[in-house]
């Protein structure tokens, strides 16, 4: 069970802060069960109700500052995500944003630069459908980082572009 106050990944929303956990009484709510009242980051002034046991949506404990340290040191090692099948590519991206792990998140999100890259080389930009998860991973992916290491998103965002970079500067 996680804590008041603490923040997690709750499903497809993101990056939630648990305001309390307690019994509801409502339309449609166990008064039985205990819920999470969770306060989604991305999203000012919304709530969300969740039972503790919620066997439907993946919930988990934000990374540690240590693995967000480890994480970002192994950018240039972390080799991105290969999608052989452009029609897999959605089916793909949803899979990662669902699971929410980082190292995933991170690996695609590498895939995604570096298509952009490439295509920036040729005066072109990526795709309607690519620009959308790429901002909902770079959404993710950043926020947690920015959250763990008490650092605004921007500056999360760049310590990882600056390690992509670097790793394209010497031809890897």
């Keep these: 069970m996680f804590l008041v106050n603490h923040y997690i990944m709750y ?3 993101g990056i ?3 305001r309390s956990i307690g019994n509801l009484d409502g339309e449609g709510l166990d008064p039985a069960k205990l819920y999470y009242t969770l306060e989604p980051l991305q999203s000012n002034g919304s709530t969300i109700y969740t039972p503790v046991e919620n066997n439907k949506v993946r919930m988990r404990s934000i990374i540690s500052r240590e693995e967000a340290v480890k994480l970002i040191q192994e950018v240039p090692q972390l080799k991105p995500i290969r999608i052989l099948d452009d029609k897999r590519c959605e089916q793909i991206y949803k899979e990662a944003l669902k699971e929410n792990d980082c190292c995933e998140l991170l690996q695609l999100f590498k895939y995604l630069s570096d298509k952009e890259y ?3 080389g040729n005066n072109q930009k990526l795709s309607a459908m690519d620009k959308k998860y790429m901002d ?3 959404s993710r992916l950043f926020g947690e980082l920015a959250i763990v290491l008490g650092i605004p998103c921007e500056k999360a965002e760049s310590e990882i572009v600056e390690r992509i970079e670097a790793t394209k500067v010497k031809g890897k």
């Design 11 to 13: 499903g497809v929303v």
């Design 16 to 18: 939630c802060r648990i």
């Design 118 to 120: 490439k295509r920036s």
């Design 136 to 138: 909902l991973i770079k």
